[in-house]
């Protein structure tokens, strides 16, 4: 019995160590992740800009066709102004013409302010070009290490499972189906040392007739209050099972 005791503890024992380092790589991932979100904003943000550029681009093709075609007309009414001798028809064109020129001017003073838009949208590009690559360097970088250390870990994981299984082997079906059961209810802890009369998973007193049993330490017991598996130390110290994880909790 004690051995059975001594086995599953050494169980509780890998079963945390399991535990940090699943969180240990859950971590890593959501880094990733953040790494993979930035990269996704900055695309976005470049993608936005570029998409201004092409329409601002697009617009100054268009005043610019405008211009030519205006000034093309302007110089054909200014050639017939040297032929017309009506005077009203003479006015009428000249207006024409004047018109002509503002339009021009207006469109001129429009394509500068565009070109000088698109020359601070350059460097805004630039800049983002530039960050986007950085925060790809960064995410290789840090996937390259994440995979290393996924490999590695991996491969600890499989050691320990194999320990794990051995250990399994030589406890009784019905107590390892129990320390399982009562494991995934109790936050990953199963089996618990009691100390001063008190279970060390949730800081219980237990009843002192339950307290003399475990002394004797000729069955299994569980806690009246949390069920876990409850086990004593015949040198009176509480040797809980290794980790954060076997920290007092409900």
């Not at 790809?136 to 290490?145: F, G, I, L, N, R």
């Amino acid at each position: 019995m004690r051995q059975q005791l001594i086995d599953l503890n050494e169980i509780q024992k890998i079963d945390l160590e399991i535990r940090e380092i699943e969180k240990s790589r859950t971590d890593s991932t959501d880094g990733l992740r953040k790494h993979e979100a930035k990269i996704a904003e900055v695309k976005g943000e470049l993608r936005t800009l570029v998409e201004q550029r092409e329409v601002m681009m697009r617009e100054t093709k268009t005043l610019e066709g405008t211009v030519h075609a205006e000034s093309l007309k302007i110089k054909k009414w200014e050639i017939r102004l040297n032929d017309i001798r009506n005077q009203r028809e003479y006015l009428a064109l000249s207006r024409e013409v004047e018109g002509g020129k503002r339009a021009n001017r207006d469109a001129d003073e429009k394509i500068l302010e565009l070109m000088t838009q698109r020359e601070e949208l350059d460097k805004k590009i630039e800049a983002l070009s530039d960050k986007l690559a950085e925060e790809e360097v960064d995410y290789d970088s840090a996937k390259a290490a994440a995979d290393k250390a996924t490999r590695e870990v991996q491969e600890h994981l499989n050691g320990l499972t194999k320990r794990r299984n051995g250990l399994a082997g030589k406890i009784p079906k019905p107590l390892f189906k129990k320390y399982e059961m009562v494991r995934q209810k109790r936050f990953g802890v199963g089996l618990v040392t009691v100390a001063d009369g008190c279970c060390q998973g949730c800081n219980m007193k237990l009843p002192p007739q339950l307290y003399n049993i475990l002394q004797r330490g000729d069955s299994i017991e569980q806690c009246p209050s949390c069920h876990r598996i409850i086990y004593w130390e015949p040198n009176g110290t509480a040797d809980k099972p290794a980790g954060k994880g076997a920290e007092a909790s409900p």
